[in-house]
């Protein structure tokens, strides 16, 4: 079965109630948050369909809707790859409904994104897991933070943070909030400290106290700023040196950035390892497209997804979800 159809049956409302109310939880979060980017890519197709619907599907067609994925953000080569297989399933299978080529393009974005769902749960490792997070300015490293500790404070894992934004006036003081918002511990260094002396205390308290997870919060840097990437550098030699084992490193990305997520990515990606990337700010761009655009052009996983201001708002991954709420009224529309 493709993934349009399994979609639909996963998620419609015709669905048996009981697997309803567990999987709308979860949906609805997704279906919320990516509420604009449904109505710059769903709505904008389903015209396109709309004007194509006695007319013989042409490259006109295919022009429009290369454009819309495009504006979506889902990156030049992602849509250039899922429109050349369109065209050829199109011709091969002698298409001319734009609701069947509709159902083909949704599975093509299915399969075209090669999941990688090894990383896509809470597990932790035994002993001590430390998460060091990056990102450039404001791109959403603290909340989410908050958001990640929060869920495993939930599971009821030993959570500690580590202050190591020594950089900005008030970063400390706004990770301490959240720190007592949700009832975990924290370690915190003076304004200016070198901020690997802080990851250094981090990983040293939690490995004697057995701690489960330390999150280790880093300033926001530029891509080009090369002293600050190299202080980043200098974090991780420092956190490796104390921790060889389970450590991780979360890159974030606003999705509001668009393209310019993408640079940054390849950036950091250069100077240490990314286990896996965070997309936040879903809920505030029509662009939601942009996690095809990483995964093709960087092949690194995206692991959660924020959706919106609030500790409940980051969710782990979820293709179908997002694909889902991506197109909602594609699929919906099918009758
Ligand atoms: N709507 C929305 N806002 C978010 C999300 N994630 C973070 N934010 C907001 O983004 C703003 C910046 O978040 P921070 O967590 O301070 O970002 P940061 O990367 O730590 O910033 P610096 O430490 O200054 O580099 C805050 O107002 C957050 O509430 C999200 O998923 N959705
Ligand atoms: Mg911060």
């Not at 990983?203 to 080009?224: C, F, M, P, W």
């Not at 202080?231 to 921790?243: D, T």
């Not at 662009?287 to 052009?297: D, T, V, Y």
Request: hydrophobic fraction near 40%; charged fraction near 35%.
């Amino acid at each position: 079965m493709g993934l349009f159809k399994f979609l639909k049956e996963k998620f419609s409302k015709k669905k048996e109630e009981k697997e309803e109310k567990l999987v709308e939880k979860e949906v609805s979060s997704y279906d919320k948050g990516l509420e604009k980017s449904r109505e710059n890519f769903s709505k904008r197709i389903s015209i396109l369909n709309k004007k194509f619907k006695s007319r013989k599907i042409d490259d006109e067609f295919f022009n429009d809707l290369e454009e819309i994925l495009i504006e979506a953000d889902c990156g030049v080569s992602f849509t250039l790859n899922i429109i050349e297989q369109l065209v050829e399933i199109t011709k091969k299978e002698k298409l001319t409904d734009t609701k069947e080529i509709t159902e083909k393009l949704i599975d093509l974005m299915f399969e075209n994104y090669k999941l990688d769902d090894s990383i896509l749960n809470l597990d932790l490792k035994d002993g001590l897991n430390v998460l060091l997070v990056v990102g450039v300015n404001g791109v959403g490293k603290t909340t989410t933070i908050a958001k990640i500790a929060n869920l495993y404070k939930k599971q009821n894992k030993k959570v500690l943070l580590a202050a190591a934004d020594t950089f900005r006036a008030g970063a400390t003081e706004q990770l301490e909030i959240w720190a007592s918002r949700i009832g975990v511990d924290i370690v915190t260094g003076s304004l200016n400290e070198d901020p690997s002396s802080v990851a250094f205390k981090g990983v040293s308290k939690a490995k004697k106290e057995n701690y489960d997870l330390v999150i280790v919060d880093t300033a926001g840097r530029l891509q080009n700023k090369s002293n600050l990437m190299d202080e980043l550098a200098k974090i991780k030699r420092v956190i490796l040196k104390n921790e060889p084992d389970n450590v991780e490193n979360m890159l974030i990305i606003d999705a509001t950035t668009g393209q310019n997520g993408v640079l940054q990515a390849k950036a950091f990606k250069e100077l240490i390892d990314i286990n896996y990337i965070t997309i936040t700010k879903m809920d505030g761009t029509s662009k939601g497209g942009i996690i095809l655009a990483i995964k093709e052009e960087l092949d690194i996983p995206v692991k959660f997804i924020g959706l919106g201001e609030t500790l409940e708002d980051l969710k782990l991954f979820d293709l179908h979800a997002y694909l889902y709420g991506l197109c909602k009224e594609l699929i919906e529309d099918d009758e």
